[in-house]
């Protein structure tokens, strides 16, 4: 199968909006996510400042999954894959091409809010990509996780297409 990764762009923004009230686990919709005053407007807003950035995975020309992160925060604000196109490695390379941008303009600590419940799949999936627990809690009972600055990613990260 070939998947295609780059960097998202703004044509990208509705079906990342589609896709993330489809995951599997953990769904938001458009209207929860409007609630939260994060909207496709405020979505484009924000890409086109910098403010965050995102990657996106297509197959053919369907969007199967996207990242988002936040500078200079350093937040990965979310990853979300495809229910079919899980288990891939789609997510962890989302996940780390966030991560290098983050990291390539400056953001030294890079975390995360993340479920706590171990049964479902990002709570293994962040640890397992060395991910760990600060023992913090935000106010929706998420546990924020974080990376140490400057750890090496599993290979280069550039704009291309694989094979999974
Ligand atoms: C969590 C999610 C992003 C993972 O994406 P994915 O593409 O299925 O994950 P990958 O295939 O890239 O997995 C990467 C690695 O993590 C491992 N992994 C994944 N889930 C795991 C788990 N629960 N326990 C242990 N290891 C796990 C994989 O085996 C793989 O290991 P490898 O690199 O050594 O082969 C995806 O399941 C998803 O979109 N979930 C719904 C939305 C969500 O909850 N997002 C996170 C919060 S915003």
């Known amino acids: ?24 686990e953990n769904p938001i919709s458009a209207g929860e996510l409007a609630v939260l ?3 496709p407007e405020s979505t484009m807003t924000s890409i086109a400042s910098g403010r965050t950035c995102s990657w996106v995975c297509l197959h053919g020309a369907s ?3 996207f990242a988002t992160g936040n500078h200079p925060s350093g937040e990965i604000l979310v990853v979300a894959v495809s229910p079919d196109f899980e288990g ?9 091409s966030v991560m290098e941008s983050l990291q390539s303009r400056g953001c030294a600590r890079l975390w995360l809010a993340a479920s706590p419940d171990p049964g479902v799949r990002s709570y293994g999936f962040y640890r397992h990509l060395g ?9 929706h009972g998420d546990e924020i996780l974080e990376r140490t600055p400057n750890h090496r990613l599993e ?9 999974a």
């Open 63 to 65: 969007l199967v999954g």
């Open 1 to 24: 199968m070939t998947l295609t990764f780059r960097e998202a762009r703004l044509g990208d923004i509705p079906a990342m909006f589609e896709l993330r009230g489809r995951t599997r």
């Open 131 to 139: 991910w760990r627990p600060t023992g913090q809690t935000d106010a």
């Open 88 to 96: 891939r490695g789609i997510g962890k390379k989302l996940l780390h």
């Open 155 to 163: 290979r280069p990260v550039t704009p291309n297409s694989d094979v």
């Open 37 to 39: 005053d994060i909207t």
